[in-house]
């Protein structure tokens, strides 16, 4: 195998363009994923991700811009870059008429891999199809056919494996039979994994790091923690005791009286602070990190009950896209 010129990132995307005719698919994309990452590329339908792999995997050509892939120039360096990675579609690219075992077999020998035989053998064993192997693939279903495709990526090996919506279609157990699959060959080691996906529960499930990408540019890139980190909209609902009317005044009996609120307010990081039935709704950056803080303030107030809720990546995605987040959303 070639060696490719060292750098500490499998994919380096910057200012690429691509245009189908009149249609802008890619709007000048930067992107770029450090090797060994499991990176999630989100978007609306239409966004660029297909497009995006496309070009990353060399099926499609660049319009403007520079795209490395481990190392190697896609535009210029084709068949260095293809010996690299491996590729499952988001169409199933199958044939039909061909045994599971003929397809590993096939991959092989195109890859030229030494101990064809075992290694086939063992592939079909990891994705639960070696009792499926010698039949057509026209008689697998939707979720055995991924597994092959996977199997098939995965295959020769790949520095950096590319999946268009690996678990689209899939039933709840095979869906988890392919997370765990490829969480089981990251965590092997040294693979970069690179999925798009429209389900926010996988996202948050396998990757590492995430970007958002909306007509064909990236909108926010992060880790999925981060990213909901930085919406700053944690809930924090607390019940104080209605009868305990200790502490300062109150709009109504059984309200929580305005001192409450005042030192809710006094708490850092705390935005937002409201009546919400006999206690309050407390609008806070980093609500794990505040609560003790927080209960601690509210402690002359009798706190009888305390529930946080914190936005996930679907608020995120959906605040990046067109549908800013309010922590309203949440309580
Ligand atoms: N072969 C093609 N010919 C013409 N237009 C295309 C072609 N492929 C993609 N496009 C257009 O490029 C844009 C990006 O499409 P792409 O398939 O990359 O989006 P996507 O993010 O993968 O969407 P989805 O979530 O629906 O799979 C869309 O506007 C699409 O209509
Ligand atoms: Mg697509």
């Known amino acids: 195998m070639d060696h490719a010129p060292p750098s500490q990132f499998a994919i380096e995307v910057a200012g690429l363009q691509k245009r189908y005719g009149e249609q802008v698919a890619l709007a000048g994309l930067d992107l770029r994923v450090e090797a060994g990452t499991f990176f999630g590329l989100l978007g609306p339908n239409g966004a660029g991700k297909t497009t995006t792999v ?17 190392g190697f120039d896609v535009a210029w360096e084709r068949e260095k ?10 169409e199933p690219s199958l044939d039909r008429e ?5 397809h590993l077999d096939l991959q092989a020998r195109f890859y030229r891999l030494p101990e064809r035989r075992r290694r086939v053998g063992e592939a079909l064993e990891r994705v639960g199809l070696a009792g499926e192997a010698d039949r057509p693939v026209r008689g697998f279903s939707g979720g055995m056919r991924r597994r092959l495709e996977i199997a098939r990526g995965v295959l020769h090996r790949p520095r950096i494996l590319f999946l268009d919506e690996p678990t689209l279609g899939l039933d709840v157990a095979s869906r988890a039979a392919v997370w765990d699959h490829l969480r089981t060959l ?3 080691g040294g693979t970069t994994i690179f999925l798009t996906t429209h389900s926010m529960e996988e996202a948050e499930t396998l990757c590492g790091r995430v970007a958002i990408i909306d007509a064909g540019r990236r909108i926010v890139e992060g880790t999925p923690a981060r990213l909901v980190e930085d919406l700053g909209g944690d809930v924090v609902l607390l019940s104080l005791d209605p009868r305990d009317g200790s502490a300062g005044g109150s709009a109504d009996p059984g309200e929580a009286p305005d001192a409450a609120l005042a030192a809710a307010r006094s708490v850092e990081g705390v935005r937002d602070v409201s009546r919400h039935g006999s206690g309050l709704r407390v609008t806070v950056r980093e609500g794990t990190r505040r609560l003790p803080a927080l ?5 002359p107030f009798c706190v009888v009950d305390v529930e946080l809720r914190r936005p996930d990546l679907e ?8 549908h800013p987040f309010e922590p309203e959303q949440l309580a």
């Open 54 to 70: 496309s070009i990353l995997t060399t099926l499609a050509r660049p319009g403007a811009g520079s795209v490395r892939v481990s």
């Open 81 to 90: 870059v293809r010996r690299t990675l491996g590729v499952v579609f988001q």
């Open 98 to 102: 061909l045994t599971a075992r003929e």
């Open 186 to 188: 990251h965590a092997a």
């Open 295 to 299: 209960l601690d303030a509210l402690r």
């Open 315 to 322: 608020h995120v995605f959906l605040h990046h896209t067109g």
